[in-house]
T-cell receptor, first 116, second 115 residues
Framework: AQSVTQLGSHVSVSEGALVLLRCNYS??????LFWYVQYPNQGLQLLLK??????LVKGINGFEAEFKKSETSFHLTKPSAHMSDAAEYFC??????????????FGQGTILTVHP | GAVVSQHPSRVICKSGTSVKIECRSL??????MFWYRQFPKQSLMLMAT?????????EQGVEKDKFLINHASLTLSTLTVTSAHPEDSSFYIC???????????FGQGTRLTVV
């Protein structure tokens, strides 16, 4: 079984500061990993994904994440926070194989607050 | 990216009535769609997997007779909440993968309030 743990349900940063949202996963097979962002009362928007290849992946809105197999981590970062980054962020792992492709297991979510 | 459209975005209904939520893949065919439920301040929990032309697969603890899923075409899946109760009030989100090993694209979600 696969699982995802996001460390910290709330993260608060100042505008212009580094954003770091932590995600650790558990998977018996090489994982496909994703970060999604959710604004209030909206669906989820894909920020970035890791499938194979380069372990540092860049996404939309200046976000990036690095897959570290040895640490089973996929932390999300952004060098400089903007007010518009305030939202809830979910890390997810794709269910491996079989007929359940596309099924995601989500972490608990991290609410990012950005202060002026 | 691919587009998944979900309607309605908000619905208020009376206890005991049924509500239908639609999820459409607009620019690709989705043989599989997923239905998630999200309680306030919580993560998304998978309710069921909708398979075109066959019965849905429900997660443990989800009542299949209460949450009816129909996936009659390659672009449309529906979730019907039958005999709704206030505890069914939640945010429901559908998603569809575009292919094997790809991410799922999400609908906009439906905020259901049962009064």
């Amino acid at each position: 079984a696969q699982s995802v743990t996001q460390l910290g349900s709330h993260v608060s940063v100042s505008e212009g500061a580094l954003v770091l949202l932590r995600c650790n996963y558990s998977s018996s097979v090489p994982p496909y990993l994703f970060w999604y962002v959710q604004y209030p009362n909206q669906g989820l928007q894909l920020l970035l994904k890791y499938t194979t290849g380069a372990t540092l992946v860049k996404g939309i809105n200046g976000f990036e994440a690095e897959f570290k197999k040895s640490e089973t981590s996929f932390h999300l970062t952004k060098p400089s926070a903007h007010m518009s980054d305030a939202a809830e962020y979910f890390c997810a792992v794709l269910n491996a194989g079989g007929t359940s492709y596309g099924k995601l297991t989500f972490g608990q979510g991290t609410i990012l607050t950005v202060h002026p | 990216g691919a587009v998944v459209s979900q309607h309605p975005s908000r619905v208020i209904c009376k206890s005991g009535t049924s509500v239908k939520i639609e999820c459409r893949s607009l620019d690709f065919q989705a043989t599989t769609m997923f239905w998630y439920r999200q309680f306030p301040k919580q993560s998304l929990m998978l309710m069921a997997t909708s398979n075109e032309g066959s019965k849905a697969t429900y997660e443990q603890g989800v009542e299949k007779d209460k949450f009816l899923i129909n996936h009659a075409s390659l672009t449309l899946s529906t979730l019907t909440v039958t005999s709704a109760h206030p505890e069914d009030s939640s945010f429901y989100i559908c998603s569809a993968p575009q292919g094997v090993g790809t991410e799922a694209f999400f609908g906009q979600g439906t905020r259901l309030t049962v009064v």
